[in-house]
C-alpha cells in the first residue's frame, strides 16, 4: 500500500507533515480547541501516569483513527457514532489489558484513566472530522498529531503541578531539604483540580503572546 | 444508500468481531495478568514484614524464602489449616478470595480469613491483610504485627482508583511509616485499632496517642476508608488475636 501512495505523493509530503504539526500548536486539542479539558484536569497531579497516559492515547488515537479510516465506505451514516464507539472503546480495552500483562505497575498507577480514555473527546472528535473522510495513512498521522498535542499539553501541565505540588518529579525529590528548612512549603492548592485549570490557562496565554496566528482579529 | 436490513447486518458482524478480539485477548493475556497480581500481592505482604529490597522480579523467590507459615484462621478465631510444606503460593490461605469472605461475613455467615506467618532474624511476624472501601473504589494493603499481637511492625496500601496527589498518597512512605511502632490494643487490653485523625496522633487524648496516625489533607474520604478497613478487619481477627495474647 505504502508504494502506491508514494507515486502520488511521498509519505512524509509537506502536506502530511502539516497533519502532525498543525494540533500540536495552532489547532492543538486542549489550548485551542478546548477539547479533552476533564483528563487534562484528573490526571496530571503527577508527572508518570501523564507520560503514560499521553502514550495510550497516542496508541488509541492512531491505531482507531486507522481502522475508522479503512472502514469508512462501508459504515452506515445513521449508526457511525455507535460503530467509533466500538472501535474506541475495543482499543482501549486491549491497552488496558496490556498494560495489565505486562507493566503492571503503570496500570497499578493509571487505574481508572486508562478506561477515561474512551470518554476522552479529542478521539471521537477526530474520527468524525477526519478519518471519516480520510485515507488510512493520513489518518494515522492525524491521530498521532492530535494525541501528541494532547500529550504534550498534559505533560507540561503535569510537570508543574507534580514540580510545585508535591516538590518531586516522577516521585523523585527535586527541591532540595534545604528549601524546606527556610520555610517553603509545597502549594497543595496545585495537587487539587482548579490549579490544573489555571496552569492550562496560562499555558494558553503564553501559546497565543508566542503565536500570532491564533489572535482574533477582532 | 444503505437499507435497514445492511445496517444490521453490520452492526452484528461489528458486535461479534469485536467480541471475538477481547475475549482471545483477555484469555491469551490472563495467565500474565494473574501472575502479576500474586507477586504484587507477595511484594505487598514482604514490604509491609520490612523485608527489604523487594520488587517483581524476586517477590516470589523471597515469599517462599521467609513465609513459613499460612494459617486459615475461621470466625471464631481457631485454625483450619495451617500450611507449612511445599510452594507457599499453592497454599489455601493465599488463595482465599478476602473480598467473598467479608460479604460473607457481612451477612453472618461463616468465613475463613488468612494470616501469613513470616520468621525474620529469630522472630515471628504476623501479616494480616486488609481490604476495605476508598473514595473511588476499594483500597487494600498488609498489616504486620509483631509475635505480641499489639505493636505494628509495618504496613502497606494498594489502591484501584484514588486521586492521584489526593487520596492516592496512602500508598507512600510518608504515610505508612506512621504506623510504626503503633499499637491496636490499650494498657487494659482493650481493642482500639488504629484511628486515623485529621491533624494527627498529637489531637487525641494523651493515652491514645499510640494509636493514632495523621490523615492526608484533601484525602479525607480515602482515609476514612483507611481507618475503617483496619477496624473492621481486625475486628474480624480479634477472637484470634485475643486467644494468642
Known sequence: ?218 | MYTNGYIFRYAAIMVIIAAALLSTAAMLLKPFQERNIAIDKMGGILTSAKIPDVDASNAMSLFNKYVKEEIVINENGDVVESYTDGRMEDGKAFKIDMKKELYKKSQGEPYELPLYVIEEGGKKLYIIPLRGIGLWGPIWGNMALSDDFNSIIGVTFAHKGETPGLGAEITTDIFTKQFIGKKIFNDQNEFMSIMVVKGGAEKLPENQRIHGVDAITGGTITCNGVNDMIKDILDSYLPYLQKNR
Open chain 1, 1 to 218: 500500500m505504502s508504494a502506491e501512495v508514494k507515486e502520488k505523493e511521498p509519505l512524509f509530503s509537506p502536506k502530511n507533515l502539516k497533519l502532525i504539526k498543525t494540533p500540536i500548536n495552532l489547532s492543538n486539542p486542549i489550548t485551542v480547541q478546548v477539547l479533552g479539558i476533564c483528563s487534562a484536569l484528573a490526571v496530571t497531579a503527577k508527572l508518570m501516569p501523564a507520560i503514560v497516559l499521553s502514550i495510550s492515547v497516542v496508541v488509541v488515537m492512531a491505531a482507531s483513527n486507522v481502522v475508522v479510516s479503512l472502514l469508512r465506505n462501508g459504515i452506515p451514516p445513521r449508526i457511525r457514532i455507535i460503530v467509533q464507539l466500538v472501535v474506541i472503546a475495543s482499543m482501549v480495552i486491549l491497552v488496558d489489558q496490556v498494560l495489565k500483562a505486562f507493566v503492571y505497575d503503570v496500570s497499578k498507577q493509571l487505574s481508572v484513566f486508562v478506561g477515561l480514555i474512551i470518554t476522552n473527546c479529542i478521539i471521537m472528535g477526530r474520527l468524525e472530522a477526519f478519518a471519516m473522510s480520510n485515507k488510512p495513512w493520513p489518518a494515522f498521522l492525524d491521530g498521532i498529531g492530535n494525541a501528541l498535542g494532547y500529550g504534550i499539553i498534559l505533560i507540561i501541565v503535569a510537570f508543574f503541578r507534580e514540580l510545585l505540588g508535591s516538590g518531586t518529579l516522577l516521585d523523585i525529590q527535586v527541591i532540595p531539604d534545604g528549601f524546606y528548612e527556610f520555610g517553603y512549603k509545597n502549594n497543595g492548592l496545585m495537587i487539587l483540580p482548579p490549579m490544573a485549570l489555571i496552569t492550562v490557562g496560562v499555558i494558553i496565554w503564553v501559546q497565543r503572546f508566542y503565536t500570532r496566528d491564533l489572535i482574533e482579529k477582532n
